[in-house]
């Protein structure tokens, strides 16, 4: 609802060369796209983030799974995760022209395994509220399984294929937005910034002494002054709006050329354990992910990184052979009821875009759809409209003068 | 048996703007322990290595082990190892008093634990064999094991504590020894050399073109004539003498700030496989290792980097909440009788100084001591006597004009 353009007023804001309207704080797959959709609309876009490619995004693993993640009782969080869902192959497409990277999207489906009897039986209870939801899946037998993935153990006693759960490459994905965001016109700052709340409003974001700048020239101490604020800086805005880093441990393996021991997604449960198998056409097998409830941590544990192993080894056993590449751990932002926190919040001028847990990847496009309409004007789709921040009353920092996220 | 500073008068050399008397291929702990025991009897030295931490001494865990490490039948390299390990506290304290900079060594002791009645057994059949030898070692309860080490399984049943078997920390030892190499003299070229054989004897070392030299001055292609080469180079010494490399695979994890859940090396047998965990004063804790014949290869796997940290957990639970740092794959290089190659080698002028298996670290400075004792003229020990290379006839390589290690 702010015009574009419009100089801020904010008294004893120091300005630096660049005015911006929005200042985009966090520069992951959700900055970055909101970043880009706001340029698209006409928007001076500012970027913040001390390191772009070392969030949570880096660490996700792609997965768009609106059907395989569903939980039951959640079904606000459903119906959002199909619409973006739906949506995604086109934004990616419209990712990839933007900026001539690809993204590695890819409709593969996603086959979901069960390794003993008791795991079999979970399987088939979630199978039941999917299709009484009338999702798309289907029963699959042991031997079904393995005729469609030949790597899996013989262990593997039935599964549920879900056609229309795909997948992207968080990384390439996150490159091509900040390329499409940078040909857009945003602008790029490497720095923590902290959001500077002035008379009761959002009044741009300060930068920290020795902070690095990319290619905008800012004082020390700097401030951005905007009319807008974004803050999509994920589980670090837990200081100041209700949500809380959740762990996760990845592991990312290597195929070799030409021998890829899986086609498609494998969900496993392993004896009431859940794993994840993402295999990528470049040959990267993405091994994940443990829910850990630690605070900010972002340490990869040895017990974590056995645990993962041994499940997908349990389901592959080839995997005993690929080359381990990586390991890695960041924190996804829970909120209290897993949907995210997508809408104006406590103070004017403030757009949270935060909380997305597990999705934050699948939701990155329908969430900047949301933020541009929101400060340019436009329709918010009603599956976005019930993640509004106000649910949870006002943010707990709003009337302080900064804001740390 | 070369004068130190004779010029070297092999036709067709082409010179560099140094002479050198000595070049060191390879710039591990081996290579760098001879350059600078050849530097301290005056010779001028150089020593060739891409990246000399880049090599097996980086992945190594730096037990000084004769008495655990003892496996029947090789009483020769039991008496080099007892050798080595006898002079070791000296020659660490003299790394460090040249350098300026501490090695890790710590005179810590090992225990030898098992984890069932079967690995027992096992243990108590070693320790009948070292007690044969003549060693100390002393044999432990369960409840002893855990007295000494709180934080060992309850299933621990038995263990063999080995009061003379330490450790160093193998990356710092390297770092004083090329410290310590430098200050006497010896420079160093950044780039991976090749033997240069001339009418019938070494001349010196070829460069490649390309090869990024450190604070050396050479023409490209250059040579660097020397009157003795010494072959330092582990497991890529295979194409030319009998050694093979042995992949090993190790993980390092870090124990928190005066949490340190193991006082000293613990060797464990967990159901038959052996594993080993190296706590260091600063917190490191190495985990290894595999022993994998599968020729060249530095691929860290899955299933390797999964076995040991579960047999790490067998043994001591609490690794699983211990930070996972570091996992790397290295290749020792193993002789067809488990002894090392130390000595003039196929041509005059080459000296080999490979084929240490798993003994690299430990035998450094004795390797060190009988390669400069060999160039200079003095006694060679005969445990190292034992490990001359002409027990295998000539390498298999001489009479090529270039080597490649």
Redo the contacts between chains.
Sequence with gaps: MVPPGKPSTAPGARRGDVRADVVVLGGGVTGAACAWRLAQRGSRVVLVDPDETAGASRAAAGMLAPVSELHHGEEDLLALCLRAAGGFAGYAAEVAAASGLGTGYRASGTLAVALDAGDRARLARVREVQQALGLEVEALTGRQCRRAEPFLDPAVCGGSLVRGDHQVDPRRLLAGLLTAAERAGVRRVRARGEVVVRDGRAAGVRLPDGSRDGDLPVDRPADLPADVVVLATGARAQRHVPVRPVKGQV?R?RMPAGEHVLQRTVRGLVRDREVYLVPREDGELV?GATTEERGFDE?????A??DL??D??ALVPA???????E?LARCRPGSPDNLPLIGFGGVPGLVLATGQYRNGVLLSGVTADAVAALVHGGDVVPEVAACDPGRFGSPRAAREEVLVP
Tied chains: 1, 2.
């Design positions: 592991a393996l091994v340490r990869v544990t040895a017990g990184v056995h192993l041994r997908a080894q995997v005993a052979e690929l080359e381990l590449v390991v």
